[in-house]
């Protein structure tokens, strides 16, 4: 099995930068795809970012242009460097792993940015 830990939410004001990172450990032999959701009250989960084991990355419009993920394939983990924060960023951060038929979520971090 696969456990994701999820870290680096908080509190900001808008304009300034968070980073998010996830550590993946357990049954891990090659992961596919690294990547960050979230879910702001009353919406649906939606897709931030993410990235291959290729490097290929795709991001959410709203994001693009902001936000940077990045991995370290040695240590098993993928970071979202978030800057230029805007109130609308404001959600549970979702870590997810795809490796085989199986696809691993972490437990969320919060992100709260202010006006």
């Known amino acids: 099995q696969v456990q994701l830990v999820e870290s680096g939410g908080g509190l900001v004001q808008a304009g300034e930068s968070l980073r998010l990172s996830c550590a993946a450990s357990?049954?891990?032999?090659?992961?596919?795809?690294m990547g960050w959701y979230r879910q702001a009250p009353g919406k649906q989960r939606e897709l931030v970012a993410s990235?291959?084991?290729?490097?290929?990355?795709n991001y959410a419009g709203s994001v693009k242009g902001r936000f940077t993920i990045s991995r370290d394939s040695a240590k098993n983990t993928v970071n979202l460097q978030m800057n230029s924060l805007k109130p609308e960023d404001t959600a549970v951060y979702y870590c997810?792993?795809?490796?085989?038929?199986?696809?691993?979520w972490g437990r969320g971090t919060q992100v709260t940015v202010s006006s």
């Open positions: 997810n792993v795809r490796q085989s038929y199986y696809v691993y």
């Open positions: 357990g049954s891990i032999v090659s992961i596919a795809l």
């Open positions: 990235i291959t084991s290729g490097g290929s990355t």
